[in-house]
């Protein structure tokens, strides 16, 4: 299913949204930052659904090049009164994929830059080829990471590899961004699509059905008191309560 630039594909307890469009590099432009949220909303309507992965859209369904960054013909184009409007567009984009109700795979391949990476740093977890590329070139334009990208860096990088990563605007490769925290891992035969593969199968095998969403509720609630009603459902479920009582019984 397309939903405009964005390319849905929902497989059991898995839903994939792939950046598409006609741009190869898949600039995220006004369309394109339109799209993301009806998409992760189209996603997370089916309660089947446990992970998301988000990645750049090739051929036949495979994983593609992730991003090059914001649209920047269009961005020169723009009055100075849409600012504002196009940064909020930006802001709803990586927020829709932050707070979805299940933990969200980046996989990413070839450049993932400015906008893009603001998108990939609003995932829960991030996979990536020994070729892709990372940074925030907005300095060297004049610009800011305007999506959200200069809240989420801090968290993900701390506070002085985000700045590094911004003031000087370089790019990083894979292994630097694995080394930063950035990646929890680098596929050093640029298959994205088998690093797909064992991850999705990581993140869904002998994992409970609906335990990643209570999980993700944890983890995007308030301190305890989330904690505390978020373990109340678990006991809640009888699917936990099966496996708990097939665990005590040496099943397991």
């Given at each position: 299913m397309s939903i405009s630039l964005v390319?849905?594909?929902?497989?059991?307890?898995?839903?994939?949204?792939?950046?598409?469009?006609?741009?190869?590099?898949?600039?995220?432009?006004?369309?394109?930052?339109?799209?993301?949220?009806?998409?992760?909303?189209?996603?997370?309507?089916?309660?089947?659904?446990?992970?998301?992965?988000?990645?750049?859209?090739?051929?036949?369904?495979?994983?593609?090049?992730?991003?090059?960054?914001?649209?920047?013909?269009?961005?020169?184009a723009m009055p100075v009164g849409d600012a504002e409007a196009h940064a909020a567009l930006g802001q709803a984009a990586t927020r829709a994929v932050a707070e979805a109700p299940v933990p969200v795979l980046a996989v990413v391949d070839g450049p993932c830059l400015g906008g893009g990476l603001e998108l990939v740093l609003a995932c829960d977890i991030r996979v990536a080829t020994a070729r892709a590329v990372f940074g925030y070139p907005a300095a060297q334009r004049?610009?800011?990471?305007?999506?959200?990208?200069?809240?989420?860096?801090?968290?993900?990088?701390?506070?002085?590899?985000?700045?590094?990563?911004?003031?000087?605007?370089?790019?990083i490769s894979a292994d630097?961004?694995?080394?930063?925290?950035?990646?929890?891992?680098?596929?050093?035969?640029?298959?994205?699509?088998?690093?797909?593969?064992?991850?999705?199968?990581?993140?869904?095998?002998?994992?409970?059905?609906?335990?990643?969403?209570r999980l993700k509720a944890a983890f995007m609630g308030a301190a305890d008191v989330s904690e505390q009603a978020v373990f109340k459902a678990c006991l809640e479920d009888p699917r936990a309560r099966e496996a708990l009582a097939a665990f005590l019984a040496g099943v397991r």
């Open positions: 390319d849905l594909r929902i497989v059991g307890r898995v839903a994939r949204l792939g950046l598409a469009g006609p741009h190869p590099l898949h600039l995220l432009d006004a369309a394109m930052l339109e799209a993301i949220p009806l998409a992760v909303a189209r996603a997370m309507a089916d309660p089947a659904v446990d992970l998301l992965v988000v990645h750049g859209s090739g051929r036949d369904g495979r994983v593609g090049p992730f991003s090059a960054g914001a649209d920047l013909a269009g961005i020169a004049g610009l800011i990471p305007a999506f959200g990208g200069t809240r989420r860096a801090p968290v993900v990088l701390g506070a002085s590899r985000a700045a590094e990563l911004a003031y000087t605007a370089r790019r630097e961004a694995l080394a930063w925290g950035m990646l929890s891992a680098v596929d050093p035969d640029d298959d994205a699509d088998s690093l797909e593969a064992a991850w999705v199968a990581r993140l869904t095998e002998g994992i409970l059905p609906g335990a990643s969403r």
